[in-house]
């Protein structure tokens, strides 16, 4: 069974889709604010992540073309603590709630799809932890950098930021940061991390 959800829907529903646009770094949604549409990625990439009070933003998600996000809130009312940012360039067709809702009513095999998107993502969601929990302070700082430095915000980082992230106090930071140096894999210098082998740091990306 496909999970292109698209490929199941009617010419009566897809009549209703809105094609909208997004330029690369531009929101497409915003935690905390009501949403009533579903969204179709057609192409491009759009990122999923959530930002505490003091401003770490840790990803959940990244959407490729022909993947759907926004389908929770047809079934959620509350109001959701996940922004979703464009990456790249992107491409959408939104529905509104309403009609996506008329839409399953009536048709099982769309149901089956999306459960299975729905169920994806929970499982990777989950891998992701487990693999979190496993890596040591020193795995988590570079997984930390390689995920920034992917966002173009390693310019941002800070030690404080790290050690927020990789959930480790300061000083442990810092003794990762000096193995890291000694292997050269980055440098540091006036308070900013210079990646020196990107391949290898980047092998810390979360396959999200």
């Known amino acids: 069974m496909s999970k292109d959800l698209l490929l199941y829907m009617p010419p009566g529903i897809k009549e209703k889709l809105v094609r909208k646009h997004y330029s690369a770094g531009s929101p497409i949604l915003l935690a905390g604010h009501d949403n009533?549409?579903?969204?179709?990625?057609?192409?491009?990439?759009?990122?999923?992540?959530?930002?505490?009070?003091?401003?770490?933003?840790?990803?959940?998600?990244?959407?490729?073309?022909?993947?759907?996000?926004?389908?929770?809130?047809?079934f959620y009312d509350e109001l959701k603590?996940?922004?979703?940012?464009?990456?790249?360039?992107?491409?959408?067709?939104v529905l509104h709630k309403k009609d996506f809702i008329e839409w399953l009513r009536n048709d099982f095999d769309a149901v089956s799809a999306l459960i299975s998107i729905i169920a994806e993502k929970l499982v990777g969601n989950s891998l992701?932890?487990?693999?979190?929990?496993?890596?040591?302070?020193?795995?988590?700082?570079?997984?930390?950098?390689?995920?920034?430095?992917?966002?173009?915000?390693?310019?941002?980082?800070?030690?404080?930021?790290?050690?927020?992230?990789?959930?480790?106090?300061?000083?442990?930071?810092?003794?990762?940061?000096?193995?890291?140096?000694?292997?050269?894999?980055?440098?540091?210098?006036?308070?900013?991390?210079?990646?020196l082998n990107k391949e290898a740091v980047l092998n810390f990306l979360p396959h999200i």
């Open 36 to 74: 009533s549409f579903v969204f179709f990625l057609l192409k491009g990439e759009a990122e999923a992540f959530i930002q505490n009070a003091e401003g770490t933003m840790t990803t959940v998600y990244v959407y490729k073309s022909n993947s759907i996000f926004g389908e929770i809130e047809p």
């Open 81 to 93: 603590p996940v922004s979703i940012t464009a990456n790249t360039s992107c491409t959408v067709d």
């Open 128 to 195: 992701l932890i487990e693999e979190l929990s496993l890596m040591n302070v020193r795995e988590r700082v570079l997984r930390c950098i390689a995920v920034h430095y992917e966002q173009n915000r390693l310019h941002l980082l800070t030690k404080k930021q790290i050690s927020l992230e990789a959930n480790a106090p300061i000083r442990s930071i810092n003794r990762a940061i000096a193995q890291c140096i000694k292997e050269e894999l980055f440098c540091y210098e006036n308070k900013k991390i210079h990646i």
